[in-house]
């Protein structure tokens, strides 16, 4: 009699929890095989066994893979999907968004179609342009960016701010580039650049220090100015508004072409 009246309880909640939408707790076993279909959103709390998917969500999401349209609240798993915007907290082995991302990212590897704002705490790390930080083992921004880059490889389209690493690279550079191996700027930056190589298409006003420090290049003449001081043992520039100290310095425009310790043009 008893389990006749548990039974009947179980399928009065079950047949009430089909018809609402939001959902308050969502079970998945894999998808399909879960309490609400996936066009129901959730609001509260998502356990996901392997797979689960749904629309839009709000809360707790926990799981192997957490599948979902757009997500507010934390989600813990092995691999996040959000096919929209994310707003939180995301811990996970994989994490890919394909909207905006907002919040932060702790995770094995996190990509974001769209722009980011907050921190990507990753081993790789990808965005559409960000505001804040992207820090792990490889990091890149697709698009305008401001904060820092801090990695073995920094990659971004345009940056303001500071990437710091091994190796970094820019369209477009406005702060300071920090790589002990290299830095390179592919059109023109403003700031600074310190490492051991740094290169870059024109500097519109700031200093280069390594031990080789090139704007411009010897082999396909541009001539990309440079505006500012080179401090290096080796110093090249093709159009140079400033001051070159080092072992050899290199300056279309200088009182000599090449000459040693100090070199200059305005």
């Known amino acids: 009699m008893k389990i006749r009246l548990y039974l009947g309880l179980f399928a009065a909640i079950a047949l009430s929890a089909c018809t609402t939408n939001p959902a308050p707790v969502q079970i998945a076993f894999i998808h399909p095989l879960q309490i609400f279909p996936e066009d129901h959103d959730v609001q509260g709390l998502r356990l996901n066994l392997v ?29 996040n999907l959000v096919r929209g915007d ?71 389209m345009e940056l303001t ?16 580039q920090l790589n002990l191996g290299a830095n390179q700027v592919k059109q023109s930056f403003t700031g600074a650049q310190v490492g051991l190589v740094n290169v870059a298409d024109g500097m519109d006003g700031g200093a280069q220090i390594g031990v080789l420090n090139a704007v411009g290049s010897p082999f396909v003449p541009k001539q990309s100015a440079m505006v500012g001081l080179q401090l290096g043992v080796i110093n090249w520039g093709e159009d140079v508004h400033g001051v070159q100290i080092g072992l050899l310095n290199f300056n279309a425009n200088g009182f000599l072409p090449v000459f040693p310790i100090i070199n200059f043009s305005f």
Do not use: W
């Open 51 to 79: 797979h689960g998917k749904s629309a839009n969500l709000t809360g707790l999401d926990i799981g192997v893979v957490n599948d979902a349209a757009e997500v507010t609240g934390l989600e813990i798993g092995a691999l």
């Open 161 to 176: 701010g500071l990437q710091a690493g091994v190796v970094g690279t820019a369209a477009v550079f406005e702060g300071l």
């Open 86 to 156: 994310y707003t939180g907290l995301q811990l996970s082995g994989l994490t890919s968004v394909d909207g905006g991302f907002r919040g932060l990212q702790l995770c094995g590897f996190g990509f974001v179609a769209g722009p980011a704002e907050g921190l990507q705490l990753c081993g790789a790390a990808k965005a559409d342009g960000f505001s804040g930080a992207q820090i792990g083992a490889i990091v890149q921004s697709t698009d305008t960016a401001m904060g820092l880059q801090l990695s073995a490889l920094n990659s971004a």
